[in-house]
């Protein structure tokens, strides 16, 4: 099973950076270039322990809807989503926030396994684990360009 490990510094408190990853508006915000938008479950604000989410965008041509699950949260330190339903055979993102001097680590850790065995595989070395890690990383800079200026305000309602 793959895993896309990140880590991506953001100069803000953990408390914000851990709210913005949860929050299902800037999710939709730094998704905007597939067309993202949550369609059933929790489908504004912040995603709460044993909520799901129901995502329908565009990826890889086609569009695909998928329903995860936040499994655990310990804030502001860390917490898990789950895919409950959607194209994976399985997929677990765990977020994790240390702070540290002048900010806060966030930390992903992206594991997922692809349908169709040996296909599937061929995928994820092909173009899968790198287009996935792309998508993290894009979503990352948004978490942090929010976290670091006042933008954040506007996402958290503060």
Do not use: C, Q
Request: no cysteine; hydrophobic share 40%; glycine share 6%.
């Amino acid at each position: 099973m793959p895993t896309i490990h990140l880590t991506t510094f953001v100069a803000a408190p953990a408390e914000r950076v851990f709210d913005l990853s949860r929050s299902i508006d800037l999710h939709r915000k730094s998704m905007a270039h597939t067309g993202e938008e949550a369609i059933a479950g929790t489908v504004s604000g912040l995603l709460g322990l044993d909520e799901t989410v129901t995502w329908k965008a565009r990826h890889l041509f086609k569009t695909r809807i998928m329903r995860s699950r936040m499994t655990s949260m310990n804030r502001p330190l860390s917490f898990t989503d789950e895919m409950v339903e959607g194209d994976f055979k399985s997929l677990k993102h765990e977020h994790f926030f240390k702070s540290i001097g002048n900010g806060t680590l966030l930390i992903d850790l992206f594991h997922f396994e692809s349908p169709y065995g040996g296909l599937g595989r061929l995928a994820n070395r092909l173009f899968l684990t790198e287009y996935l890690r792309k998508l993290l990383e894009s979503r990352n800079d948004v978490i942090r360009e929010y976290a670091e200026s006042e933008k954040w305000k506007f996402i958290l309602n503060k």
